[in-house]
């Protein structure tokens, strides 16, 4: 009987560890809403809006962190590579940062020196993480 019950909590552990692996981490609305505030930088340094270039440098600059809960298993499935993940999110916030003070400037070649050092941020963190990030928190490829 006491196999039995073993087997069965056992089961329960896995189908709820299993069904919290597939639930979407808050990292993730975090990354899109990332992705349309960098689309709509794009669109004010297009148009030279540059009240809209700083707000919107403040919101990538700023953007929200996951709960506790979550960092924990993040900071779990990247072990030695965590100081690395943070180095790129330092990077991100220190360049959007910029971003926003050089669209306070109306300084166009400034905004669009730190958009790009943003940019190659984001896509060096993604080609290093995303793939075996989702494939570990969604069991799917990133492609």
């Known amino acids: 009987m006491k196999r039995y019950l073993s087997l069965a909590i056992a089961g329960l552990f896995y189908a709820a560890t299993s069904a919290q692996a597939a639930e979407p981490l808050v990292l993730q609305q975090v990354m899109k809403d990332l992705g349309k505030n960098m689309q709509i930088v794009t669109d004010g340094i297009s148009r030279e809006d540059w009240v809209l270039v700083e707000h919107t440098a403040h919101l990538v600059g700023e953007h929200p962190e996951a709960p506790m809960n979550e960092k924990v298993r993040i900071m779990a499935f990247m072990g030695s590579d ?24 109306k300084d166009g070649q400034k905004v669009i020196s730190a958009f790009q050092k943003l940019q190659s941020g984001c896509l060096s963190c993604h080609q290093a993480f995303r793939p075996a990030f ?6 799917k490829s990133a492609n």
């Open 82 to 105: 965590m100081s690395k993940f943070k180095s790129f999110d330092g990077q991100t916030h220190e360049a959007a940062h910029e971003m926003a003070e050089a669209a306070k400037a």
């Open 134 to 139: 989702v494939e570990h928190f969604y069991g």
